[in-house]
């Protein structure tokens, strides 16, 4: 049973273009989170999608925006990077009434912006 | 407001000691989460458990047990007879209930990097 996938790995963007991440959660999941993490940090919530509807909202800017789609995968999408958006940018999924179970975190992406 | 503190920012014992990660959480909702990941130098983050508001049982599993108290708003992590593999940063994450029992978003301590040297 594969987990949460991310792709790319590593990515490396000037600043000012635009850059999408994508995410496909862990098989029967429904709901796909995303998190930016700096360095040295724990991760900071930037929104959640459930049934391709973004319902809750981190104190994140307009440029960052998503996306889910039927088969439940997920894009984040940051337009006018800035070089502080540099960071690993952390997707999770989990199930609507998942019981005991935590969301499950992909490897991330790894986003430099220079 | 919602806030989780680990105070410890780094901590460094010998294989086979006892380590304890602190982790003290604020929040007003009365039914909320907490949960401990892992996270190794690969970057995913691994978790290790959810606890609701309702039960304050203290659990074991294997090698890690965890001890929750309400009344000191403390969600503390215990690695028995610490390992090499367990040298990772661990994070500590509160929730508020959200939508009927499911989680909310994950709000995240700054994490304590355990190093576990042989």
């Known amino acids: 049973d594969a987990g949460v996938t991310q792709s790319p790995t590593h990515l490396i963007k000037t600043r000012g273009q635009q850059v999408t991440l994508r995410c496909s959660p862990k098989?029967?999941?429904?709901?796909v989170s995303w998190y930016q993490q700096a360095l040295g940090q724990g991760p900071q919530f930037i929104f959640q999608?459930?049934?391709?509807?973004?319902?809750q909202r981190g104190n994140f800017p307009d440029r960052f925006s998503g996306h889910q789609f039927p088969n439940y995968s997920s894009e984040l999408n940051v337009n006018a990077l800035l070089l502080g958006d540099s960071a690993l940018y952390l997707c999770?999924?989990?199930?609507?009434?998942?019981?005991?179970?935590?969301?499950?975190f992909g490897q991330g992406t790894r986003l430099t912006v220079v | 407001a919602q806030k989780v503190t680990q105070a410890q920012t780094e901590i460094s014992v010998v294989e086979k000691e006892d380590v304890t990660l602190d982790c003290v959480y604020e929040t007003r909702d009365t039914t909320y989460y907490l949960f401990w990941y892992k996270q190794p130098p690969s970057g995913e983050l691994v978790f290790l458990i959810r606890?609701?508001?309702?039960?304050?049982q203290n659990e074991i599993s294997g090698r890690y047990s965890w001890n929750f108290q309400k009344s000191t708003s403390s969600f503390n992590f215990t690695i028995t007879a610490s390992q090499v593999v367990d040298s990772a940063v661990y994070f500590c994450a509160l929730s508020e209930s959200y939508y009927g029992g499911s989680q909310g978003n994950l709000i995240f301590g700054k994490g304590t990097k355990l190093s576990v040297k042989p």
């Open positions: 606890r609701n508001s309702f039960d304050e």
């Open positions: 999608y459930y049934e391709e509807e973004e319902r």
């Open positions: 999770a999924s989990s199930l609507e009434n998942g019981g005991r179970l935590g969301a499950f």
């Open positions: 098989s029967g999941h429904d709901t």
